[in-house]
């Protein structure tokens, strides 16, 4: 489908799993040459500083490597290589342009010995059990239908002790920040989109992904459901962001 023809991409509550996921696909493929810019203005350079507190939360205790899944342009991956030097990196993300923008960046920043992207899914990752200290997802749980599917797959490639983090937007909870939230993500945003991005309709889907998350109790509680032990919700800047850490027991 070309990138053009969209003014807006429909609700994620209409449509199927399977629309969903080429949908997904079709998005962050047109978007990734932009995609650090974007990020970088349109959250204020906050996705910087959430994706550094994770790093900060993470221990390394016996594998010494970390997954980073859904990685994109691999801005945690080589963050996190950079913070926790005797760890090496493995980021996988099912967008082909993305896993080549993010190992020319680790070349780049001269990182390509401890990182190894590739291409693949979050709902089959090419890894065996327990291979990992920490195993963590950033802002892409939120495009996965199959939800339980994906934290099944981070707990088994989690080793026993080991951290699962999940770093996600969330529509924001207090009722008076909520309606300055609600008109930029659906207005402001998608206008900001149309000047800078040639992908618009993708930040329309943007706001409508948030809106459409599990609120942080929700969610933390889910994620017990499928058998990760020790939640802890962390709020970030307003409540915009959060991450939860959980463990493998
Ligand atoms: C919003 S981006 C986040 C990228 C990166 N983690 C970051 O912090 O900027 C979401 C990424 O999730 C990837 N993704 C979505 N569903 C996926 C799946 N089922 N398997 C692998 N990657 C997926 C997309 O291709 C996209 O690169």
């Known amino acids: 489908m070309p990138e053009e023809k969209h003014t807006k991409y429909p609700s994620v509550k209409r ?19 932009r995609y650090d810019f974007l990020n970088h203005f349109l959250s204020m350079r906050r996705d910087i500083a959430w994706r550094r507190f994770a790093i900060k939360k993470m221990v390394f205790f016996k594998t010494n ?29 099912f967008v082909y342009p993305m896993i080549q923008a993010a190992k020319q960046k680790s070349t780049k920043k001269n990182l390509s010995g401890k990182t190894n992207f590739l291409q693949a899914s979050a709902l089959n ?3 065996v059990e327990n291979a990992f200290d920490v195993t963590a997802m950033a802002f892409g749980i939120r495009n996965i239908p199959q939800k339980a599917d994906a934290l099944r797959e981070m707990l088994r490639v989690t080793t026993p002790g080991g951290q699962i983090m999940i770093l996600e937007m969330t529509f924001i909870q207090n009722r008076f920040f909520r309606l300055f939230y609600y008109i930029y993500l659906n207005y402001l945003l998608p206008l900001l989109a149309k000047i800078f991005s040639r992908n618009a309709a993708a930040y329309y889907y943007l706001a409508d992904s ?3 998350f599990p609120s942080p109790e929700e969610f933390a509680s889910f994620m017990g459901e499928v058998g990760i032990a020790d939640i802890r919700i962390y709020r970030r ?13």
């Open 210 to 212: 948030i809106m459409n």
């Open 65 to 93: 490597r970390f997954l980073d899944i859904a990685c994109g342009t691999g801005d945690l991956s080589i963050n996190a290589v950079r913070e926790h030097r005797d760890v090496s990196v493995s980021g996988i993300d």
């Open 15 to 33: 449509i199927s799993d399977e629309e969903r996921i080429t949908m997904v696909k079709e998005i962050f493929s047109t978007i990734t040459g």
């Open 237 to 249: 800047t307003f409540g915009i962001a959060c991450l939860y850490v959980g463990k493998k027991v």
């Open 125 to 127: 990752l090419p890894f």
